[in-house]
């Protein structure tokens, strides 16, 4: 049987950590769908349309990463897409503690769905979208936080 | 002197982990008054007349079972029913920490008043209102993370 | 039904800290006995004779505190002392998963106990045994951290 | 070389923990420049002009504090101001997890700043802006929350 | 090329939540090898033999999982073993910082190694050898914590 | 006045964390002197006469950095040293919970001293002694955690 994961995040916007985390899982799993989760009463600083487009660019050479937008339950994309686990990567213990409750209330909910956790690389750990987003918002190059062969002049796209 | 203890939240909803803070402290307490915290500045996901009627039907049977609702600050409810304890549940250490700055904050003001905490059963540790307020806007069944007895149906009945 | 209390620990030694938490408990139970746990494995620093009559003499003036030691599982000891609760202090979060494990495991095996806490004064957050204990064995004045009253020159009968 | 240090915050409002971090930072630099940042997505409950008063008159006998405000990036107005240093203090785990990342993403844009820190002393542990906010808001007395000789009156005149 | 994990730990003994983990993560990997760490600085409470047996005992039905001892790095069994991951479970935030900074440092010295996290379900997470091993020292009752079908006679041979 | 910081720790060994934090803590300070600690009732797993001579090594172009040994408080060493000012790395919110306990009870006791922080590198973050211990002892080659330019073939010179 396939092992399907999907890793699910807003990504807003994706980060070298967030790739790092994609790549590193790759040899574990036949299959790994990015999902961008689309939440409908939080805005999005960047376009749904741009992330889908930046992160297909990032695994262009992929063919086991596959990106897809989901409006819902992560546990119906799940389903959806036939993903057996839900791929996650932890920084710190706050992090952690979130990743838990959610994890053990899905298992609950779904006890065939697994949620399988890799730790960030150490030089990622600072990395965060929110610190980005506000980096990019005030005009600072964020671009040492992003990954390589994106068009940086793109992430003057945004909201606000 | 009777022991009397408030047991402040939000409640949004009210789900089985606060049930059974609630349920375990009764032998501690002459009388427990659970209180449902009104800010007008934060929008509540189910309305204030839906939570109280929930709370009180899963209390039917308890006659040292109170449940008020409240605006303005929590030890002043504490004087106006006579508690001198404040109870809550902690669940995580990132629970522990908001906790502790509030209870030492209120103890400062308040010395009379003490904050009592007993920590959440294992299984309940990942249930938390906004997990369960998430699966329930997204159409999920969540009836196992709310008290028995309750009516589902009820529970579409929420902003957003 | 009387609602007695046991507050264990090592006491190695008994600190302001730990007074605190007893007095500002004394109010929710009828008795508090302070446990003064006996660990053949661990060597203690201070006497078990010299830890039993400070603490004694620290609540000559409670009559609803008793000082024993016991050496076993705690649980056991409430059996004995006909304790329905278990009283502890917190002031970290790593204090706390410590102490959340035991709690829970005792919950588990002996549904009928229930363990409560509450959160040290700020003041005294920083306070433990360890430090003290080290500020004495280098011949520092750790006074202001120990109960009032007591004879600190009797501080310098202790091993190592 | 002179050691600037910024102290940077939202001051809404500035709290004795505040103060207590900036006057036992002042032997350590030869000035601290007070940075309110003004961040224009999201509501502050003091008006900046207040602020600006508040902490003025805070630190009317220290030459060696300056007060100013910043709406950008903390970076360049450390550039600005020619400060080498970013003062923090830490309370908690969980500001010391936040302020972290910030920092280390910080230092890896601009090597040559330094982010310095001390913990609160304990007595303030719990006292933070959010919490004395919230007190004001429901009319509640904060003063001892809030530096000497400010004209308490004043509070009244915030948003919401 | 076959996905074979370890899941290295002292097991002291092995508990329900150490099952739980290898019996989650076979779906996950072809092979998974249960490695119980020989440390000749640190006693173990059980002998190594009576730990062994147990664990195999407990995955007898399961021919994709190994028990084997070793002493020494960790990631020295991985080559002698042919895994490229080691699966290790987490319960806690404390439990968080150690494993990360094992598992950063691991993946800096053999970067072909990769760790795999899962969490354990809530009803283990207060489940550690430590607190089990207490309690069979002090003659209580622990079988709910241990696996099914073990001889709990057998518990009796320990040190100590 | 000259502004004089200590460092200390066990440094069981000394690593490239420990390294970074002096050097950066560098032009804060006129002085810094790295305070090896000697407990005389934990073992240490490398010589004192060895870690003087390592660390005196690391340091050997910086006029500004002195190397002693102490047994005894820190506080005192503070006081023959004539420092005002106790320099500590942190890598994670376990540390810090630790260095405030010791932060705060050192402040009570001579308030005169000040605790300053710095975090350690993200890329520093996963790299401790006691991890560096365990490969050194395993026959691992710890070399990249090491200050650079010492003689790794004295490593083998150790207890245990």
Redesign the interface.
Known sequence: ME?VAIFPGSFDPFTIGHESIVR?AL??FDKVVVMIGVNT?KQSFFKLENKLRWIKQVFKDEPNVDVQSHE??T??FCKKVNA??ILRG?R???D??????????N???HPEI??????T????????SS?VR??IR????AS??LPDGLNMEEFNDHE?
Chains 1, 2, 3, 4, 5, 6 share one sequence.
């Open positions: 092992r590193r040899p574990m009463n819902g339950l546990v119906d057996r686990y932890i710190t213990s706050s952690f503690e979130y990743e838990r409750a959610i994890a053990q209330v298992k609950k909910m697994e949620s399988v956790f890799i730790l690389m150490p030089e990622h750990t600072p990395v965060n610190i506000d980096i005030h005009g600072g190059d040492q936080f606000d």
